[in-house]
C-alpha cells in the first residue's frame, strides 16, 4: 500500500513536542513513574536546568537515572526551538490537555516509541517532520486527514499498513518506480470503464500504452 511517510511521523514527533512543552512547562502528566533515589548532581546542571528540577521537585525525585537524563535532553531541545516553534508545541499541549485519558495514553506510547527509534531513524523522521512543516495547510491537512483514517482502522488493519510502508522503505528506486507504475496500471484498469475518450487518451499519454490496452505494460 502506497503511504506517506511524512505521515508516520507527524504523531511521533508531535508526541515528543506535545511532551517536551509538558516537562518545560511543568504540567502534570498522567504518567505512572516508579520510586527511585533522590536526585544526584543537580549542582552539575545549568540554572534553567536546576529551576525545572526544583519546580517538578516530587516528580524528579521518583526518576530513574535514564528518565532524569531524558527529561534534560527534553529540556534542551525545548530551549533549541524558535519562538514559533515553541508557540506551537503550546498550542499543541493545550489540546493534549483537553483530549479524553485513552488518547493521552496513547500518545504517551507515541512517545514511548519515539525513545526506542535508533537515533539514526530519530533523524530521519525530523527531516521528515521539517519537510512537512513547510508544506502548504492544504496539503498538511490531507496528510492529517489520513492519519486519522490510518489511526480509525482495526489494529490488525494498522499494523498491516506500517508494514507495507516499511517494505516501501526497503525498496531501491528502481524498484519505488516500478511499484508507482503498477499502482498506476491497476488504477487505469479499475477506472478505464467509467473513462471518457479524453481521459483515456491522457492515461496513454502518461503512461505510453498501447490503444488497444489500458493496462499494457510501458513502452521504453
Not at 29 to 56: F, H, M
Not at 70 to 75: A, I, P, S
Not at 132 to 146: A, G, N, S
Request: hydrophobic content about 35%.
Amino acid at each position: 500500500m502506497r503511504h506517506d511517510w511524512s505521515e508516520q511521523v507527524t504523531a511521533l514527533f508531535a508526541a515528543r513536542v506535545l511532551l517536551f512543552a509538558a516537562l518545560a512547562l511543568g504540567a502534570v502528566l498522567d504518567v505512572a513513574w516508579g520510586d527511585e533515589r533522590p536526585p544526584e548532581r543537580v549542582d552539575r546542571l545549568s540554572p534553567g536546568e536546576r529551576a525545572i528540577v526544583e519546580k517538578n521537585r516530587e516528580r524528579w525525585e521518583k526518576l530513574s537515572p535514564a528518565e532524569r537524563q531524558q527529561v534534560l535532553d527534553n529540556y534542551r531541545y525545548w530551549k533549541s526551538l524558535s519562538p514559533e516553534e515553541r508557540q506551537a508545541a503550546r498550542e499543541n499541549f493545550r489540546r493534549f490537555r483537553a483530549l479524553p485519558p485513552a488518547e493521552k495514553r496513547r500518545i504517551v506510547q507515541d512517545f514511548q516509541r519515539w525513545n526506542q527509534l535508533p537515533e539514526s531513524r530519530r533523524e530521519e523522521l525530523a527531516q521528515a517532520y521539517d519537510r512537512f512543516q513547510r508544506m502548504p495547510p492544504e496539503r498538511r491537512e490531507q496528510i492529517l486527514t489520513r492519519w486519522q483514517r490510518l489511526q480509525a482502522l482495526p489494529p490488525e488493519e494498522r499494523t498491516r499498513v506500517f508494514q507495507n510502508y516499511e517494505r516501501w522503505r526497503e525498496m531501491s528506486p528502481a524498484e519505488r518506480q516500478r511499484m508507482r507504475e503498477a499502482w498506476k496500471r491497476r488504477e487505469i484498469r479499475d477506472r478505464w470503464p467509467r473513462m471518457t475518450p479524453e481521459e483515456r487518451a491522457r492515461f496513454q499519454g502518461e503512461l505510453r500504452v498501447k490503444p488497444e490496452s489500458p493496462v499494457a505494460r510501458p513502452t521504453p
